[in-house]
């Protein structure tokens, strides 16, 4: 299954039923065990032979950031609420698509200047005339994802909405079936509800116990006109989390990675941002704490319609986590 298929399907924090089917679908023959708990996440379980081996967990989220129905007014605009960072001028003139299929575009009720980043000033135009009628297509409470297609660009670099994670979700699967006979038990995690609170990894990691963590997502690129500050870089290779908003990552876990990439020719960068998390973040702070680090892809536009990613990147991410799962940690 190709980053596509993951990319176009629906699958907004809260409501993942459908990326779920999709990925459970392509690992199900991939692993040892299959579970689903009971807040949504996929666990995928491959057992390990290793004399000392770990317990790792490596997790990629599901969701993606989206909107929910909050209100319709007297002339049938909808007002929502995010679910996730929702970045509001970004949003303003592109689609969205309502999870039971209507279609909308977002719109700003006022002038640039006065929207700031309040998603309160935007609403969703379904075309309707009046309440009434777009209470026929859309309810308080229903949700909605971007519409951004799939597009192959430039130099190995493809966009699409749902970037964040699905990136992840591809880079754990191809890596499991990499990963025929692990040195470590191996749990691959598809978590859910990460936009809105790292809770999908939670209780995973409160399940799992492990004694290794490792989120596998996507991270800020900074090399493009009025982008953050940071040294990220499209085409520079997997991005080995160093810390971030969430996480100050274990130092012997990332030397171990950077000494993994050199020693199998895996281009790479040292990725530190001063903002945001991953499901490291979650897992680090579970049971008694547990020792983690993060496998990232620089990516332009986050959390946009059309974010932005480089192919090379992502290979260079799958070939790391597969040969980094059989390592024998000592600690």
Request: glycine share 10%; aromatic share 8%.
């Amino acid at each position: 299954m190709g980053l596509k298929k993951l990319c176009d399907t629906f699958g907004v924090s809260g409501y993942e039923k459908e990326i779920r089917s999709v990925i459970k679908e392509e690992v199900k023959e991939l692993a040892d065990e299959i579970l689903v708990d009971d807040l949504g996440n996929l666990i995928a379980f491959k057992k390990g032979y290793g004399k000392n081996k770990k317990r790792i967990m490596a997790s990629a989220h599901m969701d993606e950031i989206g909107f929910q129905v909050i209100k319709i007014d007297d002339k049938g605009f909808i007002k929502v609420r995010g679910l996730g960072g929702i970045p509001v001028i970004q949003s303003i003139m592109n689609r969205v698509k309502f999870k039971n299929g209507m279609y909308g575009i977002i719109s700003n009720g006022t002038d640039i200047d006065g929207i700031k980043n309040n998603i309160k000033k935007l609403y969703i135009d379904i075309g309707a005339t009046s309440k009434e009628e777009a209470e026929k297509y859309v309810k308080v409470g229903d949700i909605a994802s971007y519409l951004g297609d799939y597009i192959e660009l430039k130099g190995d670099n493809v966009t699409a909405k749902a970037v964040d994670d699905r990136a992840g979700c591809y880079i754990l699967i191809e890596a499991l079936k990499k990963i025929e006979n692990p040195y470590n038990d191996v749990y691959c995690v598809f978590s859910v509800q990460e936009e809105v609170g790292l809770r999908g990894a939670t209780v995973a990691a409160n399940r799992i116990k492990p004694e290794i963590g490792i989120a596998i997502d996507v991270t800020i690129a900074s090399d493009y006109p009025n982008s953050s500050e940071g040294s990220n870089k499209l085409g520079e290779g997997t991005a080995i989390k160093i810390s971030d908003g969430s996480v100050i990552c274990d130092e012997y876990l990332v030397e171990e990675m950077i000494s993994c990439c050199q020693r199998n020719n895996i281009k790479y960068q040292l990725d530190v941002i001063d903002g945001g998390g991953t499901d490291a973040g979650a897992i680090n702070k579970s049971n008694y704490g547990v020792k983690s680090s993060g496998i990232s892809v620089a990516t332009r536009y986050v959390h946009g319609p059309n974010a932005f990613v480089n192919m090379k990147d992502i290979e260079a991410s799958i070939e790391l986590l597969s040969e980094y799962v059989n390592l024998e940690f000592r600690f």
